[in-house]
């Protein structure tokens, strides 16, 4: 054996790092890839969160749209829509919020 065939029988016994494969370099593309996504996801819902609107606010709302329909024609659902939102408003904590 010369030194040539030497040389090639230790190269054919090559050891790759596992950080070096293409499985370790997708699956660390995957999770990199679902953290920013989710990391967007997170950022987006606290953004886009719903506003919280008050009691007292709603209430005022209903009774600013009532107005519009106050007629002797329209007395019936007049009054099953301001007993409604006023049964809304208390239920909801109207009369503590409207204390503080």
């Known amino acids: ?8 029988d230790i190269y054919e016994l090559w ?4 950080w070096q494969t293409k499985w370790f370099f997708w699956v660390s593309f ?3 890839l679902f953290i ?3 990391t967007i996801f997170i950022i987006y819902k606290r953004i886009n969160k719903s506003k919280v609107i008050s009691a007292r606010k709603q209430a ?4 600013t749209k009532l107005q ?7 007395g019936k659902q007049f009054f099953y829509s301001l007993s409604t939102s006023i049964k809304t408003y208390l239920y909801n904590g109207g009369i503590n919020s409207s204390i503080s």
């Open 30 to 32: 995957a999770l990199i």
């Open 36 to 38: 920013f996504l989710l």
């Open 15 to 18: 050891h790759v790092p596992f």
């Open 68 to 74: 519009a329909i106050a007629t002797v024609k329209h």
């Open 60 to 63: 005022l709302d209903q009774l």
């Open 1 to 8: 054996m010369n030194l040539k065939e030497q040389l090639a």
